[in-house]
């Protein structure tokens, strides 16, 4: 919890006990680094959360739908449920802030499912990117396809020119040559 006067994270709970008839915890903490005292209260979120569409219109957020399309994608697929807890609900401080809208969502899900399983990136991509045109969904499939390529495609132009020995611009080639240091550097 950030000190609201200099903003330092590090506040410590000098009490706590409950208000509003049980419905509130009312906690006293106080600022480590500046000393100043302040109050929170922690009530539960009844009212829903709302993130901002396309078309401009507000829609309820809510992570539990997300965490079953998410669960729908990664179906047998070696990605834990708490893995996709944290970030369902990890998404929630976000919209709370206003920080992001519908559309960001699908991104940061598409992303967060980029980095740990290209099976249920893909499956998730199928079904919630609107696609104009099967080419378009190909296209994206193929650049994936590149990506996990790109390491072995390199190693195997490398071994092709370790195979040339008559070649004299491949000699110690390795250290020195600035192109092959880029590319391993895109990878
Ligand atoms: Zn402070």
Known sequence: MKCPFC???ETRVLSSRPSDEGHAIRRRR?????HRRFTTYERAQLEALMVR???GRLEAFQPDKLL???RVATNKRPVTEKQLREFAYGLEDEVHAARIDAAEIGRRALSFLQRIDDVAYIRFLSVYRDFDSVERFIE???QLGDRADHEPAASKARDAEEARP???ATDDADATD???SDRSGDA
Do not use: V
Request: charged share 55%; hydrophobic share 15%; aromatic share 0%.
């Open 140 to 142: 994206e499939i193929r």
């Open 68 to 70: 079953e399309k998410l």
């Open 7 to 9: 903003s330092k994270t």
């Open 53 to 55: 569409k396309r078309s």
């Open 30 to 34: 106080e600022c480590d680094a500046c």
């Open 166 to 168: 008559d070649d004299p």
């Open 178 to 180: 600035p192109d092959r």
